[in-house]
């Protein structure tokens, strides 16, 4: 059994759609929670930083985190095409800083 | 400010053959990470470096794989020789570690290598 789940999709959406994306997760010392955006050919960018459980919001995204149920959650609100690209999930525990990933959801937002 | 560079880009090789990837990390940063990267899956941590030494290589394939960080700045990762299973992109990424243990780590584009 793989650390991190994630559902790979594709998933696609209409413009202006909520977008929900999920990862669970097996190992209770995970304590930093990262959602990663990557676009085609390019390299993984950061889009969200949660530290233990709580939700976080910035701009469109927000980031929820449930450690009693070992679940992520990132929340895209109004997506647009400019949006359609593979997210992904990471997570690392408190010591050390070896990140393991997701395998990534493929978005597509129709516009 | 400038990001992680890698280079090259994309490479063509026959299995058998040796190649090399370059990275030169976000100025100032003193960890350093190569990931293998295969189609349709997320990163996986190949090696780690805090400053010139490797502090995480458990997942390197030593028979064949090789990486080096002369002077802690910019790294090369060698495959010698190459098998039809490389083929995947090879990311690097750099990070400044803190105390706090909250780095965020930098991806550079890859480099997506064909093994023939």
């Known amino acids: 059994q793989k650390e991190v789940e994630q559902d790979p999709g594709p998933l696609s959406v209409p413009e202006g759609a909520i977008v929900s994306l999920n990862c669970t997760y097996s190992?209770?010392?995970?304590?930093?929670f990262m959602w990663y955006r990557q676009y085609s050919r390019k390299g993984p960018e950061l889009l969200m930083y949660?530290?233990?459980?709580g939700n976080k919001e910035d701009g469109r995204f927000t980031a929820q985190v449930d450690k009693s149920s070992k679940y992520i959650s990132l929340f895209i609100r109004d997506s647009q095409p400019s949006d359609s690209a593979t997210y992904l999930c990471?997570?690392?525990?408190?010591?050390?800083?070896?990140?393991?990933f997701g395998e990534g959801t493929q978005l597509t937002v129709n516009p | 400010e400038a990001g992680v560079v890698q280079s090259p880009r994309y490479k063509i090789i026959e299995k058998k053959q040796p190649v090399a990837f370059w990275c030169n990390p976000i100025s100032g940063h003193n960890t350093l990470y190569w990931y293998l990267q295969n189609l349709g899956q997320g990163p996986e941590l190949l090696i780690r470096y805090e400053n010139e030494e490797a502090v995480d290589d458990s997942q390197l394939p030593k028979d064949r794989f090789s990486a080096e960080r002369l002077k802690g700045v910019d790294s090369t990762l060698k495959i010698q020789p190459a098998e039809l299973g490389d083929s995947a992109v090879y990311l690097c990424a750099s990070s400044l570690e803190s105390a706090g243990g909250s780095d965020t780590q930098y991806f550079g584009p890859g480099t997506r290598l064909t093994v023939l």
């Open positions: 990471a997570m690392r525990a408190v010591s050390g800083s070896r990140l393991t």
């Open positions: 949660t530290y233990s459980s």
């Open positions: 190992n209770s010392a995970f304590q930093y």
